[in-house]
């Protein structure tokens, strides 16, 4: 370690939707690394570890030739320009400023734009449209729930942080005991590594997420449910029975739901029925639902995106205004049936997480990309834009997973621009290009 | 023979880790190219930590080692891998009109690779 020694105070990590706000990072500016992050999960260690300053990735490639910014810049604004039905898809990772220049260009070409929210909690936002949610933060979960029911996810592993600063262990205001003050429910389909801090795992047989669900409102409100339910869904009448009273009988509850449900059968069906239970609980006691989200911005695109275009994800802008219908407007179905002619990836990696049909297409098409790190996607790109790294060099906004802005901390410079400064570059280029927007607006002549 | 088998993906802290430091790295690709398997399924097909499997699905297929869990954590029947590039070859684009493909709940074939 060399002398040069910084240390940054109340940094932020943006790895997972928990966003702690309070890592305190040994910066060492020699290494353009950073050694240390006090307070921060396996995750967290992680990110801040292997995101030191890489000064041997080029800062652009265009067909696979190192390429300055700028030239890269000018490939992306023509490709857009030409573009008849372009795809801007990502988001999750980057700051909120950068989210609004990529609207910003969604406008103006006339675009198809969606977020990862799309395969991740999308169904849930789906089902907020339909059902509503019975919300709180995760500052009031922490000092009120003395019941907290985890369902389809394995916080353990993806959101460590979770239970130790928000809800298990944390000692809240009035749970002042932390742990030994709060009941903890784990409902999943196999015993991950969160059943640990459960008193009470139930598993479910795969795919009954919804059949559980809709048995445990019925009993809630008193009604009779066949003792069949365990045939059907692999828990006990017993223990649904056990865990409604249970729902009903707290003073605060809190059911935080993750992508088993939004990923198996039934989708934003099963979030709607998690979400009505919370509702119908609210005739008994104080009940709160929360979708546990990923990635660290991924609820800044959700919010970016809705202030917008009034829609969260899945909103195509080709006539002029914004349209949503997730299954036609959502990239999955509309790269898998072979749709868009050109897209713009900012922080997200389509190339290895879409369904073979999607990547195809994306090789077919002109595809840019912008990422601090070389990506399956920045392999099969025409155009890869290297960006500094959001929370680490650069500033800006982003929001927790209950919906709380938290302004990022910078930790090391960069030599690299971040995405917004790039994204704001390539909309003043192609407004050059295009004169204006391609789509003109609603009521022009 | 090759059974049928329900396979979930999902996140791990190793997954997550090794992420960090790159998708091209060897943690990474171990990682999410190992498939959980119920220990007992694992007996029945004559596998062992760490044998290679066919894992086939309606939308295309992929070899993975295997790796065995207890019947308490991990039921018969079900498979758990890491998200990553594997997992996604044997995922469907259809969403049925929600935007998202079913990856946590994939019926895939499994089959010893000989040799």
């Given at each position: 370690m060399s002398d040069n020694i910084r240390i940054i105070n109340d940094a932020t990590c943006t790895f997972c939707g928990c966003v702690c706000d309070d890592m305190h990072l040994t910066v060492d500016l020699d290494a353009h690394k950073i050694t240390?992050?006090?307070?921060?999960?396996?995750?967290?260690?992680?990110?801040?570890?292997?995101h030191g300053i890489d000064e041997k990735r080029p800062f652009a490639l265009i067909e696979g030739r190192e390429a300055s910014t700028e030239e890269a810049i000018e490939a992306s604004a023509q490709i857009l320009a030409n573009a008849r039905f372009p795809l801007i898809y990502g988001l999750s990772d980057t700051t909120c400023e950068a989210q609004r220049q990529a609207v910003a260009i969604a406008d103006m070409i006339g675009a198809n734009l969606d977020t990862t929210t799309s395969v991740c909690h999308g169904p849930s936002g789906m089902a907020f449209e339909g059902v509503g949610e019975s919300t709180a933060t995760l500052g009031e979960i922490r000092n009120r729930a003395d019941l907290l029911v985890f369902w389809g996810g394995n916080p353990a592993e993806s959101h460590p942080r979770l239970f130790t600063r928000y809800t298990v262990t944390a000692k809240g205001m009035y749970v002042p005991?932390?742990?030994?003050?709060?009941?903890?429910?784990?409902?999943?389909?196999?015993?991950?590594p969160s059943a640990a801090v459960a008193d009470i795992f139930v598993q479910v047989k795969p795919q009954r997420d919804f059949e559980v669900l809709w048995a445990l409102r019925a009993l809630v409100k008193g009604k009779r449910v066949d003792p069949n339910i365990e045939q059907v869904t692999g828990v006990p009448l017993a223990t649904l029975e056990d865990l409604a009273q249970r729902m009903k009988n707290c003073r605060f509850g809190a059911l935080l739901f993750g992508m088993g449900l939004t990923m198996?059968?039934?989708?934003?069906?099963?979030?709607?029925?998690?979400?009505?239970?919370?509702?119908?609980?609210?005739?008994?006691?104080?009940?709160?639902?929360k979708p546990v989200r990923g990635h660290g911005n991924v609820t800044?695109?959700?919010?970016?995106v809705s202030w917008q275009t009034g829609f969260p994800f899945g909103v195509n802008l080709g006539r002029g205004y914004p349209r949503f219908n997730p299954g036609e407007f959502t990239s999955a179905d509309l790269l898998g049936r072979g749709e868009a002619d050109a897209a713009l990836i900012i922080a997200a990696d389509p190339g290895a997480n879409f369904s073979h049909a999607a990547i195809e297409h994306l090789k077919r098409i002109p595809v840019i990309v912008l990422d601090p790190k070389l990506t399956h996607t920045g392999k099969l790109a025409r155009v890869a834009?290297?960006?500094?790294?959001?929370?680490?060099?650069?500033?800006g906004t982003v929001y927790r997973m209950d919906d709380v802005a938290i302004s990022l901390r910078t930790a090391l410079p960069s030599p690299y621009p971040s995405d917004e400064e790039v994204l704001t570059r390539i909309k003043e280029r192609v407004r050059e290009l295009l004169g204006g927007n391609r789509v003109p607006a609603m009521g022009a002549a | 023979m090759p059974e049928t088998m329900t396979l979930i993906g999902g996140r791990s802290s190793r997954?997550?880790?090794?992420l960090c430091a790159g998708k091209f790295e060897a943690?990474?690709?171990?990682?999410?190219?190992?498939v959980e398997m119920n220990a007992e399924d694992m007996a029945r097909l004559g596998l062992k930590d760490g044998d290679p499997v066919r894992l086939r699905s309606a939308s295309g297929e992929v070899s993975v080692r295997c790796k065995g869990r207890t019947t308490k954590d991990l039921p018969p029947g079900l498979l758990f891998i890491a998200y990553g590039p594997l997992s996604s070859r044997l995922m469907a684009s259809d969403t049925a009109g929600s935007g998202m493909p079913i990856s946590k709940h994939i019926e895939v074939t499994v089959e010893p690779v000989s040799g």
């Open positions: 240390k992050a006090e307070n921060a999960c396996v995750l967290g260690r992680a990110w801040f570890k292997e005991n932390g742990r030994k003050d709060r009941t903890v429910v784990l409902v999943d389909v196999r015993r991950s198996t059968r039934g989708r934003h069906f099963n979030s709607g029925a998690l979400l009505a239970l919370a509702t119908d609980l609210n005739e008994y006691t104080h009940f709160v639902a800044g695109a959700d919010n970016v834009i290297t960006t500094a790294t959001y929370g680490i060099s650069v500033p | 997954q997550g880790t090794s943690e990474y690709i171990e990682v999410s190219s190992t």
